[in-house]
């Protein structure tokens, strides 16, 4: 319609005003033609972008209710999930392999074959770094579960980025000594080492573990070294010394599985000395200076550091501790000379402590 009035009026006027006109009448069209086609794609891009989040909404309720299952399913449960099309190697949003979430506290072992034979990597790990294995030594109390994954396969001794093994996790956080049982007849090396040369058996020394008593015995009957060292020299008794503020049922473990008590660190330190000057507790004092090792000995107060320093000057350096230090001042106090060992010399100046607490 538009080109034909052009060329009427341009009988009536002049030819080159309606070739003109003609000619930005066919850019409009183009324009027009290229603004429908961008909105026709437009809208096929949103189209598909809102039914790919929608596959993707439906695929993340399915993973999510599959890794519920994962948590606390049966093995028959989990295995027709898979069946049913389930991925047995999905991962959660946030990077958690189904096998973890099975490691992490589901009670049935049968769950974890059913999920690698499902097609699940035993040695997946999550983001930051942890194994099936790992987090089960870390979490799970059933030492079913570990022996299920060792049976798959899963790499015993394989640490963490931080350079702990699964017997290493267990023993500090793991309430269930079995688990180090359940380890260590898979061949863990219960004596590995982290990056500074502690052992598991140095960890639970400290104070990490809930059950002290239980770690300790299983440790040591799956063949610890009691009197391993560290980097610095210290073995797991001097560990307890310095740092256990509960030390008793720990210190005492240690004596009667063979930890002997006057071993020396790099700076010729006993675990009395370590104990005088970092422990907060003076009954490690007492049990120290009256238990017996292996080897039948007692703590020796009078042995000195590389330095020349006796228990006695590192507990007057112990300012956390008021009690321990006075009772190491008042053996101070008292003349060496008269025969009287320090030992015993430790011994009355803690019971006179030990009056005075009480009369107070």
């Known amino acids: 319609m538009y080109l034909m009035y052009a060329l009427t009026r341009d009988s009536a006027n002049n030819y080159g005003g309606a070739l003109y006109e003609i000619n930005q009448w066919q850019k409009y069209r183009e324009i027009e033609f290229e603004v429908n086609q961008k909105t026709k794609r437009d809208k096929e891009k949103a189209d598909a972008d809102a039914k790919l989040q929608a596959e993707l909404n439906e695929k993340l309720a399915n993973n999510e209710a599959f890794f519920k299952l994962c948590r606390t399913g049966t093995a028959q449960e989990v295995k027709d999930a898979i069946d049913a099309g389930a991925n047995a190697k ?74 702990l093994t699964a017997l290493m996790w267990a023993a500090m956080t793991n309430e269930n000594h079995e688990i180090i049982t359940a380890l260590a007849e898979g061949k863990a090396n219960v004596n590995a080492t982290d990056t500074d040369g502690k052992t598991a058996l140095m960890s639970v020394a400290m104070g990490y573990s809930a059950d002290p008593v239980g770690m300790i015995t299983a440790l040591a009957k799956n063949d610890a070294d009691m009197n391993a060292k560290d980097s610095e020299g210290n073995t797991a008794l001097m560990w307890a010394a310095r740092m256990n503020a509960s030390p008793k049922p720990a210190v005492l473990a240690l004596l009667r599985n063979g930890a002997l008590i006057n071993k020396t660190d790099s700076h010729g330190r006993t675990a009395l000395m370590l104990g005088a000057h970092a422990n907060p507790n003076p009954e490690l004092i007492a049990i120290l200076l009256t238990e017996t090792d292996a080897a039948n000995e007692k703590a020796d107060a009078a042995l000195k550091s590389d330095t020349g320093e006796i228990a006695i000057d590192f507990a007057l350096t112990n300012k956390a501790n008021i009690t321990s230090s006075y009772a190491f001042k008042m053996l101070r106090q008292e003349s060496p000379r008269d025969g009287i060992s320090f030992n015993q010399r430790a011994h009355e100046a803690l019971a006179g402590l030990n009056k005075l607490i009480n009369k107070n």
């Open 90 to 163: 999905a991962t959660n949003e946030q990077g958690i392999p189904a096998l973890i979430f099975v490691a992490f506290g589901n009670k049935n072992p049968g769950v974890v074959t059913a999920l690698v034979k499902g097609g699940a990597d035993v040695n997946a790990t999550d983001k930051d770094g942890y194994t099936a294995l790992i987090t089960a030594a870390r979490n799970n109390d059933n030492p079913k579960i570990i022996t299920e994954l060792l049976e798959n396969e899963a790499p015993v001794d394989a640490p963490c980025p931080s350079g």
